[in-house]
């Protein structure tokens, strides 16, 4: 019986048609990649929105339970005033090392307001390596080593406050600048549907919301309002060199410690809302 041997061919790709193919692949590649990166920044924004609405929430159950007042604002004597200090309001937990004091938001989570830590941060938030202060949840946990709010770490030499995502600034767009009188026991009910708790806006490098470079402009910035709801505020005015001074040949970019630029910030997310 006559056997059949299989014949191999000994064609294979040419050259040409091998860079075809990478060619191809390149150019699916940088079609896919980009709407990944668009529908992964989606999401975060949607988990951010989520995050800061439980906060939100966590601020109004204790003012239901505490004569409609709000965990106190940051405050400081400067110049003999007592002046709220709005790029101090990020801060949570401070004072000693194995057993800080809470302070603004970490009250929530000290007094049961708020069960998990984690929706203190923004997913999207950046970490920028340039930048002195994480504000990421597995930083102030040991990465997981620790139970959130219970001891300080040392983010720069010198500087142990336990920080978070968002900014907590409950006195109001018209009452930002130091006077002799600061408020700072406020009731839900006297605020006129304000900002009250907004995406970190201490820096610019630090600013979620990004595609991928920390000098890129953000989408925009999530932000709960005194009357409960929660919006997503865009606006060129609220990112401009006006709000935000902006030096990229320098480490830090933003409002940083200068009051009147975190008015700017609130006026425009009210008239955006």
Not at 23 to 42: G, H, T
Not at 206 to 235: C, M, Q, W, Y
Request: proline content about 7%; overall charge neutral; aromatic content about 12%.
């Amino acid at each position: 019986m006559k056997k059949w041997k299989a014949v191999k061919s000994k064609k294979g790709f040419t050259l040409i048609e091998l860079l075809v193919v990478i060619a191809i692949i390149a150019l699916l590649m940088s079609i896919v990649l980009p709407a990944l990166s668009k529908v992964k920044e989606s999401a975060k924004r949607v988990i951010c929105g989520t995050h800061i609405r439980s906060v939100a929430t966590g601020l109004y159950a204790y003012a239901n339970s505490h004569d409609d007042l709000l965990p106190e604002p940051y405050t400081a004597v400067v110049g003999g005033i007592k002046t709220v200090l709005p790029w101090r309001s990020v801060v949570a937990f401070d004072g000693n090392h194995d057993d800080p004091t809470p302070e603004q938001l970490g009250v929530l989570y000290r007094s049961g307001y708020i069960d998990d830590a984690e929706v203190f941060y923004c997913p999207s938030q950046p970490r920028n390596s340039d930048y002195p202060f994480p504000y990421y949840y597995d930083f102030y946990t040991g990465n997981g080593g620790v139970e959130w709010g219970t001891q300080l770490f040392e983010s720069y030499p010198g500087h142990w406050p336990t920080r978070t995502s968002y900014n907590y600034w409950i006195v109001g767009a018209d009452n930002v600048r130091p006077t002799k009188d600061v408020e700072t026991k406020v009731r839900v009910a006297k605020l006129s549907n304000e900002p009250i708790l907004f995406d970190n806006c201490q820096e610019w490098e630090v600013l979620p919301h990004k595609k991928n470079s920390t000098t890129e402009t953000p989408r925009g910035i999530s932000v709960a309002f005194s009357d409960g709801h929660v919006s997503f505020s865009k606006s060129e005015y609220l990112f401009s060199d006006e709000v935000w001074p902006k030096d990229f040949s320098k480490p830090m970019n933003g409002p940083g410690d200068r009051p009147e630029h975190f008015e700017k910030i609130l006026r425009e997310l009210k008239r955006l809302q």
